[in-house]
């Protein structure tokens, strides 16, 4: 029973459902994944566009039942001749240029194009800003102004539109055919308001409305969200802002226009740029969310959070704020929204900065309710959420828990980064559980981050610091060998890290601590080969090895050695060798030469 | 032909042994012996050699083993009682296998193992890893889109990897 029972949740062994279920195929770095996942979501798009529309492929059409999905997608334009049919054809099929065209054409043909075309016409300008909607990362760059960001393919998740930002510009098409209008509706300025708020010309569109009002029009629920959105950028003082969205707000009323959900979350966004009378009167517009009887978003209670929770701010905080949100969310019936929001990650940044693991616990809980989960966002903001949550547990919760969490989370959902395993380190080093290293050494390497020197360095030097069981220091030892081989020889195209005198001090120490004295004394010659300075406890440890093992010989290399790096200790470490060891006349004499040396040198500088 | 040419021959030599006599048998005659011809069956079947011929399980075992210690490379309802459309099925197979093994080429361990289920068409490969990850994603998502596209029902790779093929016995 338990066994079915493990298998109705998820499985934290599994890959992302976009992987196939193989450990060859399984990405093991978090920039493996990324790369996979913007291959496979590109992977779709590249067939469809490139082999299907080959005229060959369709030849043999050899099945009964058929999804309407996969069949041909006409992209193709098929009315040629100047008509309204071709136009709204246009319009439907997204050709954005084509369509301005066939409408100029329409025009000067003097064909009276009926209203609601050229309303769906400017619909369509406006919602893409003039341009054609982008597929592929071609944009046409003759007819609009646009601002490109350098376009990287590999590891950035975004797509292509959101790289490029375009820009309103004056005399465009949507204004030359709004002014073409024989007779302009609500819906006609609607649009282009909207359009206008959309591509960052808000003054414009303030203008426009004035506009309207002037033609004695009412405007409409959707030109309303995007003033109230606009609001904000358009004056400059925080008292100036809330004065304007409140007029709006009555204007609103006047026109007896009903705000929906979406005008909600427009004020609660703009309220965000509104400074310190903010508090007051978002809390004052979820009442009026209630009374309306509109159910708040995922997006509403983001905006709320963000506006209490500022990143850098100092001011008192509502301490349960986030409980009574999570406490909200729970019991409200959400309506559920698709744009993407950010509400998980920056919960979880909220409860990393007030170190609230008890509102993250139930911050995750959330996910588990209804479809919450799409609300996570993509991969890039997945990563985030859990980077932020493993980050809080490692601080707050003891090792076990962290563990257990640690099993769940990686590497199914989360690759953490760097600073995630020095706090997975930092962790274990508080809880006493140095044992584990080995095997976090291990994921360390399979996530590719053992190219980072001072993960290494701190590794080492947790390894080296206290002494341990027998067990634990000959794991510690094979693992310091991993890591030493790692030193001298980069793997694949990768360079090999630079020896720095504390690692190769931890390592030695490492070795000693497991009784393999052969490896040790390899180490110390590595010393010499690449210049670094062994420290004087390092000698001190070498010296009450060899002692139990009662080898004159080697007591001797290491004095010799001890003099050739100039360390302050020789003549004492000389001396306790001599009282120490059974020595020849020759030995001696070799003693004392070294350690003569070394104060020769000493009284000469 | 050669049965109705000697069958003379055949008459002759029995009367001649029944009538007894002691008359030489070979009176220029000459008797050739023949029954239908029944050839060994070759099919599916790799026949001992030297020994340095690797063999998965699959090419080792003889076609009567199905059903006993091999199973099915193809699963459909098209061959139970009343159930229609086998051969067309058949011929779907076909082609998915090819095409697989076009694509995939020298990257197949083992036989393509297509499953139907509802009407999703799930090709099950075990591929050997010859070919880096992305480029084997690329390939695995190319043949689903086109397969999906080309059929009109849902196409699924479900593809588990191997160092090398896994070798039953050597023949």
């Given at each position: 029973m338990q066994a079915l029972a493990s298998t109705v949740n998820r499985d934290p062994t599994a890959p992302h459902y976009m992987f196939q279920d193989d450990p060859y195929l399984t990405p093991r770095t978090s920039a493996e994944f990324f790369a996979l996942m913007f291959f496979l979501s590109s992977i779709f798009l590249s067939s469809t566009e490139i082999i299907l529309p080959l005229p060959g492929v369709w030849q043999n059409d050899c099945c009964v039942s058929v999804l309407q999905c996969l069949m041909p997608e006409t992209m193709e334009l098929c009315i040629e001749e100047v008509s309204e049919a071709a136009l709204l054809e246009r319009i439907m099929l997204r050709k954005v240029k084509a369509a301005v065209d066939m409408y100029d054409q329409l025009l000067q043909a003097g064909t009276t194009v009926s209203p609601d075309a050229s309303n769906d016409l400017l619909d369509l300008i406006c919602l893409y800003g003039d341009r054609d909607p982008v597929q592929d990362d071609k944009p046409e760059a003759e007819d609009v102004e646009v601002q490109e960001e350098g376009r990287r393919r590999k590891g950035r998740l975004r797509r292509a539109s959101d790289l490029v930002r375009i820009v309103w510009r004056e005399n465009n098409n949507a204004e030359r055919i709004f002014n073409l209008l024989p007779e302009r509706d609500t819906r006609a300025y609607s649009a282009l308001i909207r359009g206008m708020v959309k591509y960052g010309a808000h003054v414009k569109a303030f203008n426009t409305y004035t506009d309207m009002l002037n033609n004695r029009l009412t405007a409409d629920v959707h030109t309303f969200n995007a003033l109230i959105s606009a609001a904000p950028e358009v004056r400059e003082r925080y008292t100036e802002k809330w004065d304007l969205i409140v007029d709006l707000l009555n204007q609103m009323n006047e026109q007896k226009v009903k705000p929906n959900l979406l005008t909600f979350n427009a004020l609660l966004k703009a309220l965000r740029r509104c400074g310190s009378l903010a508090r007051a009167q978002s809390l004052h517009t979820l009442s009026e969310m209630k009374a309306m009887g509109i159910a708040p978003s995922l997006a509403s209670f983001d905006h709320v959070l963000g506006i209490f929770y500022k990143a850098d701010s100092r001011g008192p905080y509502i301490n349960n704020l986030i409980d009574q949100v999570?406490?909200?969310?729970?019991?409200?019936?959400?309506?559920?929204?698709?744009?993407?929001?950010?509400?998980?990650?920056?919960?979880?940044?909220?409860?990393?900065?007030?170190?609230?693991?008890?509102?993250?616990?139930?911050?995750?809980?959330?996910?588990?309710?209804?479809?919450?989960?799409?609300?996570?966002?993509?991969?890039?903001?997945?990563?985030?959420?859990?980077?932020?949550?493993?980050?809080?547990?490692?601080?707050?919760?003891?090792?076990?828990?962290?563990?257990?969490?640690?099993?769940?989370?990686?590497?199914?959902?989360?690759?953490?980064?760097?600073?995630?395993?020095?706090?997975?380190?930092?962790?274990?080093?508080?809880?006493?559980?140095?044992?584990?290293?080995?095997?976090?050494?291990?994921?360390?390497?399979?996530?590719?981050?053992?190219?980072k020197s001072d993960l290494v360095d701190e590794l080492l030097s947790l390894m080296a610091r206290d002494k341990h069981s027998p067990e634990i220091q000959e794991s510690f030892a094979v693992c310091a060998l991993d890591v030493k081989s790692l030193y001298e020889q980069g793997q694949g195209a990768r360079m090999a890290l630079e020896w720095t005198a504390t690692a190769m001090t931890n390592i030695t120490s490492v070795l000693l601590a497991a009784q393999k004295k052969q490896q040790a004394w390899d180490m110390l010659k590595l010393f010499k080969t690449k210049n670094r300075v062994p420290s004087e406890e390092l000698m001190e440890e070498f010296l009450a090895s060899i002692k139990s093992s009662n080898d004159p010989q080697h007591a001797m290399e290491l004095v010799q050695i001890s003099a050739s790096f100039c360390l302050p200790s020789t003549p004492k470490l000389a001396e306790r060798v001599l009282q120490a060891f059974e020595l020849s006349e020759e030995q001696k004499s070799q003693l004392k030469s070294a350690s003569e040396v070394k104060s020769n040198t000493e009284s000469r500088t | 032909m050669a049965a109705s040419l000697s069958c003379r021959g055949v008459k002759l030599s029995i009367a001649l042994a029944r009538v007894g006599t002691s008359i030489c048998v070979n009176s220029g005659t000459r008797t050739l012996h023949v029954t239908a011809i029944c050839c060994k069956n070759r099919a599916a079947r790799i026949r001992v050699g030297k020994g340095d011929r690797p063999l998965t399980y699959e090419q080792a075992l003889h076609p009567h083993h199905i059903g006993h210690r091999k199973g099915w490379l193809s699963q459909h309802t098209g061959n139970l009682q009343g159930e229609g459309g086998a051969s067309d099925r058949t011929v779907e197979d076909m082609f998915v296998r090819r095409f697989i093994f076009g694509t995939f080429h020298n990257c197949l361990a083992n036989e393509v193992v297509i499953k139907r289920r509802g009407n999703m068409l799930v090709v099950c490969a075990l591929m050997l890893q010859k070919l880096p990850p992305q480029k084997l994603y690329f390939l695995i998502g190319y043949t689903e889109t086109l397969l999906s596209h080309f059929y009109k029902c849902p196409v699924k790779m479900e593809v588990q990897t191997l160092a090398d093929k896994a070798v039953y016995k050597y023949l």
């Open positions: 999570i406490h909200a969310i729970l019991n409200v019936a959400l309506t559920l929204f698709s744009l993407p929001v950010n509400f998980f990650s920056s919960a979880m940044r909220i409860c990393l900065d007030t170190k609230d693991i008890e509102a993250a616990y139930k911050v995750h809980d959330l996910l588990r309710v209804g479809e919450n989960w799409r609300m996570l966002g993509d991969s890039f903001q997945q990563s985030i959420y859990y980077g932020r949550m493993f980050n809080l547990l490692c601080m707050m919760e003891h090792i076990d828990v962290v563990l257990k969490w640690y099993k769940e989370l990686i590497p199914s959902l989360y690759y953490p980064n760097p600073q995630g395993m020095r706090d997975l380190l930092q962790a274990l080093d508080t809880d006493n559980r140095l044992d584990m290293i080995p095997q976090i050494w291990k994921d360390i390497r399979r996530m590719g981050h053992d190219n | -």
